[in-house]
């Protein structure tokens, strides 16, 4: 098996429509990929570049992976080999180095005599061809290196040195506390996090433009290089991102590989580390493309837990980071230590010591109080005086923020449920065939139950292996008219022709119940939307008579007691899926802000987390997140079809979402949940739904990225 490069879906698609190539059904059986030998399976074109697998007939099928796969033509595509040997500064050949091919990941390891050789497959098309490869081996500084290749000089020997790493020492110690005069016992299970003048194991791109982690305080200096020779430099404090903006493309006169290197200096006193990663730039016409990967050996930071005794050991750390290095430990029921800088010159024998002492908290409970439990704050909008806690602000008086018993009990208007095409509605299957063909369309006939008189729809033809005839159909999807009609062939044939029977799936005009799905546990939930339309229109149209929005407001939440912050919801939604993208239309945010009565508002907070700073105002909301997608999600946006926690056209269903609070952890906060439409149209669906919200004292794994900017008056826009 061959893998092809790094396509994009537009590059893949333009390849398949140059029939450069033809798409396969593959199966996972029997512990391999095999083809697909069924007259009642096959791939259907829905356009734009996606594609489905479709079962022609009825029949059961067993549960295996399948895939589409593009198989090239041989003509289209040529092969070669890239081979090198791979030693140490001395010259002695290293074994064990893996050797992986960047954009495809295919890899292979070097012998004993440290060579290596690696195959590929190209499209004659795309040429020249630049590999990028990567040579890591444990106890080695990772390298990066590229290739260019053609059809008419397929191989390349690539040789790659690579440098032992510098010596190293280990951080050792022990988490207690004190339990009496002089008298210590350690603390089992907790944890300790090692922070390290390390930004370069983050690195997104993002089109012309690479970002790292950020150290606010440490030098970045950005090199690009033509064959060896430096040809642009930017050196900045705290500058994380490069963009290769035209002033430096202009420098880049000829096509070709460009190395793009990264070097960060991080002080701290007479201290100094310093770490740089290497990667490169393929010009080709107007076209660049950045490959820079994190292979660097140290992340930004390490976590452990301690031993049943309270001891802790961090192994293998640069000896040049000594004095650069910051440490902090948790445990549950204590409270956490501030972050301490490890003081340098402290190594003895390879080994420096820091033991960390934590103190228990101290719960102060009044009598008849009730006894909350410690790390966990919890809301399943069962309670009474939920309404009361939490600030439910609405902009109109029939769609809102409100508090439900059973939500399954409340149905969408029936006039809305003959606009909308809702996938959980019963259907009715019945026979019909098309009963006249166009040039790339056909007519199907058909009665529904319990009627005399046909009806007729229209369907999009399929020529699926390109030989001029149509073997399959797809459904229409311009009108709801049309698209009610679910069509498929009632079983495999090998052209489509007048009288071709297919099965016709259309909505039950007896059964028009669409209601709420039901609570997550319990009877209760928060959800967004009237219940007089069971929908977040406050008429039963599709078109609403005005746009709505609401907050959802919790009360102050205290997390005074908290090492870390990870907050769980779970949650379903079902909006428009016209314009559904972020900042667009039927948005739904997240916001949270520090509480502290204690402080006016507005009041800058400085919170430390992990090695990160930030600056929030206090009881000012920044937005967390956002449900909705960041693209456009891909399928068809029509005014009838749905975006759910489902999908495109899906029925919604609970789902569990994770956010990371991390900084909070020891604040008071409050949580907004913010939905709003924007407009009048396309209204007709069932809002947004919240039930079983938990914070606990849990570190969150996620990316923390807020909008640090107060929370603006949206302007309602309105589409014609």
């Known amino acids: 098996t061959h893998i092809i490069g790094e396509l994009s879906g537009s590059e893949l698609y333009q390849k398949i429509n140059n029939k450069e190539g033809t798409l396969h059904l593959l199966v996972f059986k029997d512990k391999k990929w095999q083809f697909v030998d069924d007259p009642h399976l096959s791939i259907v074109d829905q356009g734009g570049g996606v594609y489905a697998i479709v079962q022609n007939a009825s029949k059961t099928l067993r549960l295996y992976p399948l895939i589409i796969a593009f198989i090239p033509k041989p003509e289209v595509t040529f092969s070669g080999t890239i081979s090198g040997k791979i030693t140490d500064k001395d010259g002695n050949p290293l074994k064990g180095v893996l050797v992986t091919f960047a ?45 260019e290749v053609s059809s008419s000089s397929p191989d390349a020997i690539v040789n790659a040195q690579l440098s032992k790493i510098p010596v190293t020492y280990n951080v050792k110690g022990k988490v207690y506390e004190e339990v009496g005069e002089g008298e210590v016992v350690g603390i089992p ?17 993002t089109d012309t433009q690479v970002e790292t982690g950020l150290d606010q305080d440490a ?8 064959n060896g020779e430096l040809i642009d430099t930017v050196t900045e404090t705290g500058k994380n991102i490069f963009i290769l903006t035209s002033d430096i493309k202009s420098k880049m006169t000829e096509d070709g590989i460009y190395e793009l290197k990264i070097t960060v200096t991080h002080t701290m006193g007479e201290k100094i580390y310093t770490e740089s990663q290497a990667g490169i730039i393929i010009k080709k016409g107007t076209q660049y493309e950045i490959i820079l990967k994190p292979t660097g050996i140290y992340p930004s930071e390490i976590t452990l837990i301690c031993d049943g005794s309270g001891y802790y050991s961090f192994e293998g750390i640069d000896t040049s980071m000594d004095g650069l290095l910051n440490i902090k430990a948790e445990a549950a029921g204590y409270s956490p230590s501030s972050l301490m800088l490890l003081p340098s010159g402290q190594i003895q024998d390879g080994i420096q010591s820091q033991d960390i002492q934590l103190n228990k908290k101290e719960v102060e409970v009044e009598e008849g109080e009730e006894v909350v439990t410690p790390g966990l704050y919890y809301e399943d909008f069962e309670s009474e005086l939920t309404d009361q806690n939490w600030l439910l602000l609405n902009s109109s008086e029939k769609v809102g923020w409100q508090v439900i018993a059973d939500p399954e009990n409340i149905q969408v208007a029936e006039e809305i449920v003959d606009q909308i095409l809702f996938p959980d ?13 166009g040039e790339l369309t056909a007519t199907v006939s058909f009665t529904k139950e319990g009627e005399a008189v046909e009806t007729q729809t229209v369907v999009y033809l399929i020529d699926v292996d390109q030989d001029g005839d149509f073997e399959n159909i797809k459904n229409n999807y311009d009108s709801y008219t049309t698209a009610q009609y679910d069509v498929t062939l009632k079983e495999s044939v090998d052209k489509i022709e007048v009288g071709t029977p297919v099965l016709v799936s259309y909505p039950d ?21 009237s219940t007089e339309t069971g929908t977040i229109s406050d008429q039963p149209s599709n078109t609403s008579s005005e746009p709505n929005s609401g907050e959802a407001i919790s009360p102050v939440i205290d997390l005074t007691g908290f090492n870390y912050a990870t907050g769980i919801m779970n949650t379903w939604y079902e909006i428009e899926s016209v314009d559904v993208a972020g900042g667009q239309y039927d948005q739904m945010e997240i916001w949270i802000s520090i509480w502290e009565d204690d402080k006016e508002e507005g009041e800058p907070i400085i919170v430390q987390s992990g ?4 600056t929030f105002n206090n009881k000012q909301y920044v937005k967390l997140l956002t449900l909705n997608p960041e693209k456009e999600p891909p399928g068809m946006q029509k005014a009838f079809l749905n975006y759910s926690s489902g999908g495109v056209n899906a029925v919604p269903i609970w789902i569990t979402r994770e956010m990371n609070l991390n900084p909070f952890a020891g604040h008071k906060i409050r949580i907004k949940f913010r939905f709003y439409t924007k407009d009048k ?14 914070i606990k004292d849990q570190k969150s794994e996620l990316e923390f990225s807020p909008v640090f900017s107060n929370q603006a008056a949206e302007s309602i826009a309105i589409r014609d």
């Open 103 to 147: 954009k495809t990941g295919i890899f292979t390891v070097s012998g004993s005599d440290g060579s290596y050789s690696l195959t590929y497959q190209a499209f004659k098309t795309d040429e020249p061809i630049t590999h990028v490869l990567t040579f890591k081996k444990d106890g080695y500084l990772s390298q990066t290196k590229a290739v």
């Open 189 to 205: 299970g907790a944890t300790v996090t090692l922070y390290l003048p390390v930004v370069l194991d983050k690195i997104d791109i």
């Open 219 to 226: 030098t970045y200096t950005w090199e690009i290089y033509s």
């Open 425 to 437: 509605r019963k259907t009715i299957d019945v026979e019909g065939v098309i009963s006249d063909m």
């Open 509 to 529: 005009p007896a059964d028009k119940t669409i209601s709420l799905l039901p609570a997550y546990s319990g009877q209760y939930v928060l959800w967004y939307g």
């Open 611 to 614: 090695a990160q700073t930030y």
């Open 681 to 694: 149209l396309y209204n007709g669906f069932r809002g947004w739904a919240l039930d079983d919200l938990y």
